[in-house]
């Protein structure tokens, strides 16, 4: 493989296990994908699939106890985050890798300044002096957007709307030109003027400075406007990755389908929303077989009883069915019960 | 941060306004009557009589408050019926006293409570936590008197490394210190616990981590600030809780300071000095209380003075 075509992060096999009173839940079970240098990832899925605990545990910032890294690896730049130690994990954080949360309102400090937010990143990783920090951050400030920034930089979180803490917490994620940016749900607290403007940024930003993206997020609309790639999850598995174009035209996974299904069409006459009938599994009890056969309408035995690998369809389409392997019998389709 | 400061202050001048008229409306239900009182036993009608006009006992009680109002702003706190001196000259003596040995037990409460409440917080749950969280409660449950005697014989009889009583010297305001901030202490280590506890959970925790900050920075800079918003709180009514206590503690250690001198008054029905007494006690709590406001707006700058 050729070095520019190495990719930046290579997830393998992550596991992500909380320990509770009612057992082992395994939030985030055994994923794989990779992110090259200027590329955006979605993620997607609903509430609770995992995928924030997933951008979570790429920085190693799980709430542990109770949460835990079980297995897999992070290879960011060839080095596993898994097993780095502590101190050189946290050179990586907010300098390599930075994150942006889902709420603004709550993630910057109340009682700092927010000039004084970005710049103690500044101050720390780049070694800056505290005179040159506060004016990068200012600049960043303005990078993002916000009008007079020197005299916002001495605000407090609570004196800015939510669309500006949020341009906040962009402006503090970017101030080391970090190689990766995690964006958990950057636009969900946002209302939909906001939404796209942050997401405008993010891009604007994205090709100045080359970063790669991974957006996580339950919104499909974000993932059509930014996304190059998709990794959809379902109950802590990823079921399908494939290009952005190829899960919107031809979704291979029942779960994908499913989801795009019951997006509303404006064009059509619709008297009832579509849904996927049926319930997420319980994280604490886990299906042997496909997670998603309960609700799949394709299920033959051998789903509820194996569970299926994530194998390549085509060359740019991985999904985990049991449809697309030689194992499948078709037998619905034939009786047509599908 | 100015303009809050002047009209906080330009507020405690109606509170204080209330505070004369309480003590002088209490004062006003003690049972006895203080011309008979003067005037000793079996002195004549017409003596008591004479003192009664001369205090201005007579006049209708609006009117008394009203005459007990202009004097107090004129700094007249009236004469000791003990010994006939200006209340206000032996105020003066006893104030300071009282303030140094409140400062210092503030000190201990502060300081102990929240490094032991930092401390527990940074590792809940483990040896130390519950450690130190059970010395709290023994101090929460402790009573004054008891622990101020214990203190007393252990340092200072048995060790012999600390004065017993009185007030001469810094090494006689330890143990007096100590026995008043020991509880304050206790309830501000809890608090600071829970504090800390429920701030480090905020999301602003996880993005000062994701930042790459270092824990000692997390805990000190971006937890602690926003975890002594409530423990301010609370160390402003233990200041109140503290100022009650020196009453106990004073006397205990013979301490010839504000309370001791309020308890004394009390036995020998001297109601012109007990007014006075606690008139000062009432002012320092309503300084303390200016102070806390201001310390809480500096913290919290959310705070808006309507």
């Known amino acids: 493989m050729k070095e520019s075509n190495r990719p930046i992060l290579e997830v393998k096999g992550l596991k992500t296990h909380f320990t509770t009173k009612r057992g082992v839940s395994k939030a985030v079970d055994g994923i794989d994908f990779t992110l090259h240098k200027g590329e955006t990832l979605g993620i997607v899925g609903e509430s609770g699939c995992g995928k924030s605990m997933t951008s979570l545990s790429i920085l190693r910032l799980i709430p542990s106890p109770p949460g835990k890294i079980a297995g897999g690896s992070v290879l960011f730049k060839g080095r596993d985050l898994v097993t780095m130690p502590e101190d050189e994990m946290r050179k990586i954080r907010g300098n390599e890798i930075s994150m942006i949360f889902q709420e603004p309102m709550t993630s910057l400090n109340p009682v700092i300044p927010v000039g004084e937010q970005i710049a103690e990143a500044l101050r720390l990783h780049q070694k800056m002096g505290k005179k040159a920090a506060w004016d990068k951050s200012v600049d960043m400030l303005k990078m993002v957007g916000i009008p007079s920034p020197d005299k916002r930089a001495k605000q407090e979180p609570f004196q800015l709307s939510g669309g500006m803490r949020q341009r906040v917490m962009i402006a503090m994620a970017l101030a080391c030109t970090p190689e990766v940016l995690i964006a958990d749900e950057p636009t969900t607290a946002l209302d939909v003027t906001i939404q796209a403007q942050i997401l405008e940024l993010i891009k604007e930003l994205q090709t100045k400075i080359g970063m790669g993206v991974i957006m996580i997020t339950h919104d499909l609309g974000v993932v059509a406007e930014t996304c190059d790639k998709v990794a959809v999850m379902y109950a802590g598995n990823i079921v399908e990755h494939a290009s952005t174009e190829q899960i919107f035209a031809d979704p291979k996974h029942p779960y994908t389908q499913g989801l795009l299904n019951s997006l509303p069409k404006i064009h059509e006459d619709q008297e009832e929303l579509i849904t996927i009938d049926g319930s997420v599994p319980s994280p604490y009890n886990m299906p042997g077989g496909c997670r998603f056969a309960s609700r799949c309408p394709y299920a033959e035995d051998i789903c509820a009883a194996h569970q299926p690998d994530l194998v390549s369809y085509s060359e740019d389409i991985k999904v985990r069915c049991w449809k697309y392997t030689d194992k499948w019998t078709g037998k619905r389709d034939k009786e047509g019960v599908v | ?306």
């Open chain 2, 1 to 306: 941060m100015l303009m809050f400061i002047l009209r906080r202050i330009l507020q405690t001048i109606p509170v204080i306004i209330g505070v004369t008229f309480v003590v002088f409306f209490i004062m006003q239900l003690v049972p006895g009557d203080p011309a008979v009182l003067l005037a000793g036993e079996g002195a004549s009608k017409e003596t008591i009589e004479a003192i009664r006009d001369q205090l201005g006992l007579n006049q209708p009680l609006y009117i008394q408050y009203f005459e007990y109002l202009t004097s107090v702003f004129k700094g007249d706190l009236g004469v000791s019926l003990k010994n006939s001196q200006p209340v206000l000259d032996e105020i003066l003596v006893r104030l300071p006293i009282t303030i140094e040995l409140a400062f210092f037990s503030i000190i201990i409460t502060i300081v102990l409570g929240m490094a032991a409440g930092i401390i527990s917080a940074v590792k809940p749950y483990s040896l130390t936590d519950v450690s130190v969280m059970l010395v709290a409660l023994l101090g929460i449950s402790l009573p004054s008197f008891w622990f101020g005697l214990m203190l007393m014989y252990f340092f200072s009889v048995k060790l012999q490394i600390l004065p017993v009583a009185g007030w001469d010297s810094l090494l006689h305001v330890i143990l007096p210190a100590i026995t008043l901030g020991a509880g304050g202490a206790a309830i501000v280590a809890r608090m600071t616990r829970s504090s800390m506890l429920e701030v480090i959970r905020q999301d602003y925790i996880r993005t000062a981590r994701a930042k790459g900050l270092r824990e000692r920075i997390i805990i000190y800079k971006h937890a602690l600030r926003n975890a002594l918003i409530p423990v301010i709180t609370v160390v402003g009514l233990q200041f109140g809780a503290l100022l009650g206590g020196t009453v106990l503690v004073e006397s205990i250690f013979a301490i010839n300071g504000l309370g001791r001198m309020i308890v004394d008054a009390i036995r020998m029905r001297d109601l012109p000095m007990v007014q006075g007494g606690v008139l000062f006690a009432s002012l320092i709590f309503v300084v303390v209380n200016l102070f806390v406001d201001v310390f809480y707006r500096f913290f919290n700058k959310r705070i808006e003075l309507n």
